[in-house]
């Protein structure tokens, strides 16, 4: 027979590791919920929490494994780490618009969680606060967010895209680590820094853009098949001196064409019609006798030509 229970939120009332518990309801004027109020309260499916309620405390719902749904209200302003730890039939979740933080490990293993909403008032997210959420695909992380955590999505094998705000300016250690389905990635220039491991495991990795004066940690890209083999397939010895090549092939070729624009606009007439011809084929004859190709030499025209 079903178990239920009124939730009244006096001081350190709790239901821990009541396996039997499967309705909740809770009484008037309740505010808060405590500190591991329903840990491990394993046959709790469903609960919806009151209008009143501002703040849950941290491991309020920690391994409830059959809670698959649950209703936050717009009032809450904090919910603490480890909240919704082990939540593993958790499917969706909507983070109320009051909330900054998501706190340490808050859906660590949350293994079902397939879709989440964090709102654009938050500002940090915890070390470990989704990792291990292997069914989330995508996740939109809001301009306002400075700070990700080390290991933030560790394990979210399913994580396919994702896009770092301008803001934040350190990624930590572990971050998207064994993120297997992660094939690409842009860090914005604000980021200084990316910690030890971040990317470790990232086995199908094949595009990273990055600044290059970034600092990269010890064992950053370690296991990114993808990406080692790149560097293999160039004669790296590692991915960072691939980072760094890449760069710096960029940078050249900018240099490159800069010089050619700047050369080709001291041409008279005759140059305007060269300069909207195509750089391949028989189009680079059209350019041969001019002074632009006379002044370049030809290893500049072959990375000229490799670029476009």
Known sequence: MPKSAVYNGSFLESFYDDGELTVVTF?????????????????????????????????????????????????????????????????????PNGV?????????????????????????????????????????????????????FFGCSSLAAITIPDGVT???GGTFAECTSLAAITIPDSVTSIGFSAFMGCSTLTKLFLSPAVSIGENCFEDCTALISAAAHQNMSTVEDLLHSRWHRILERVTVLSCLKALLEDQPRRSDRLKRKRLDGDEVVALQGTKAFKRLPKVMWRVILEFL
């Open 27 to 95: 009484a008037k004027g309740v505010t808060s919920i405590g500190y591991s109020a329903f840990q491990e309260c394993s046959s709790l499916a469903a609960i919806t929490i009151p209008d009143g309620v501002t703040s849950i405390g941290s491991y309020a719902f920690r391994e409830c494994s059959s809670l698959a749904a649950i209703t936050i209200p717009e009032g809450v302003t904090t919910i603490g780490n480890g909240a919704f730890y082990k939540c593993w039939d958790l499917t969706a979740i909507t983070i």
């Open 100 to 152: 900054t933080l998501i706190d340490n490990i808050t859906f660590y293993d949350c293994s079902s969680l397939a879709a989440i909403t964090i709102p654009d008032g938050v500002t940090s997210i915890g070390r470990g606060a989704f990792g291990r959420c292997s069914s989330i695909a995508a996740i939109t992380i809001p301009d306002g967010v400075t700070m990700i955590g080390e290991s933030a």
């Open 170 to 172: 350190s990624i930590g």
